[in-house]
């Protein structure tokens, strides 16, 4: 099905990264030295969509991790020497101080070279690359300026090849930069150009989540980004182990984003069914399952779906599952008063069926008893909510210029600030304007 790069950008890139291999390694059963550990390979299996074999059959992951502060690096450096190639771990001197414009324009641009020098060493070794994913945060310099700029980068070199982001971006209530909104506004003015699709994810959103489910008293990173990894690599599960329906990153595109800059996708995890395991021993039902998936609790992202319109969403089933349950379980969904499709776009939900067992690092607890799980990435206009709040955020430091300073420093044009605003305005507008019925403009044209 071809091969795939993931590229990890600044410090939640590479922490999250070094999450996502221990998720994605023990879906495949491949130890810390890249080893697998059970000999017979499941005939579905493609090991190679993530994995590079070395001579010596060791399993060798194909991706990038860049952090202009090594800390983060040398962490991975110290407990994964043996699992990664040293030369794709590429870290700086110092960070770029949460200014999107200093990791985008002043010191973001050598080490680019070097990341896109050691992209391209892995892409000459692929028969047939799909495509990028590149996880990164928003909110800071690195990820967003750097991300960015190699994403920029992507775009012209791998012009064809699917690009998608899996995006921390800021929280609504709750903030660790303050200049979290312009480096919003900025960066976001630069995706909407640069990347396919990005996947998006909220820290607040995800204790919410984790409070509702789960007793864990100190919440920390390696707890969070283990939840964003059993998302982000469910986006690959059946490229990467084959199913009764599968698909590959360019139909999961095509069925995503029904226009280009409407591409901030939802995901949601189908955990509440863990009260279920846990208090009756039993396994949900695939309706349960399912219908799970659409509940505003479940959503990794602080907005509610329930009450805005779908336009589109992939659902990815996985287990003992079989097609015929499903499309049982759709019709009863598209049913139901709080899922909401627009009009015009009456088929709405793409299924992805995979029946090797969800394996994953964050409930490892309850393993033996999870037999199913299932995964919604949505395209729902209820993410505007966010970017109005943004906005709001946006504007209140911008109309007394606070902070601007570091950001013209930088050698930024003070007009590029407007100009990124005027395009979140315009993404609002989209929003709006993609949420109105077809029944209801044909009205409007009478
Ligand atoms: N979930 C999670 N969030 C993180 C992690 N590390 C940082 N963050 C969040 O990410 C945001 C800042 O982004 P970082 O990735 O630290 O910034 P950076 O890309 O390294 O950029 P600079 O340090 O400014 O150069 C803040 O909102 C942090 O709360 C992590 O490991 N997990
Ligand atoms: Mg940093």
Redesign the pocket.
Known sequence: MGEIINVF?????V??GYEYWQQICLEHNINSYGEKLTQEQDNKENVTCFFNESEKQKYVPRCVFL???STPIDEIRKSSSNFFRKDCLISGKE?????YVR?KYTIGREVCNITLDQIRLESDKCDNLQGFIIH??I??????GV?NLIADRLSIDYNKKVKINSL?F?SNNI???VV?PFNFVLGMHDILNNLDMSIMFQ?EQ?YQFVDNFLDIEQLD?QN??QL?SIISSSLTYSMRFGGDLNYNMANLLTNLVCYPRINNIIPSYSSSYLNFIKEKSGQPTINMLCSSLFNKQNFLVDCNPEQDKYLSCCLTARGDIYPRQMSESIKTLKSRKSIDFVDYIPTGIKVGICQKLPKNVFFQEYESKFQRDAILLANNTSISSIYLIMAEKFDKLYAKRAFVHWYVGEGMESDEFSCAREDLQALIKDYEEVSIEANQSYNEDD
């Open positions: 950008v600044g410090q939640f890139g922490q999250s952090d202009l502060d960070d770029c101080g949460s200014n990791g990164r945060s909110n800071g310099g690195t990820g967003a991300g921390l800021p903030a660790n930069e979290e820290n995800i990173y969070v980004n964003i």
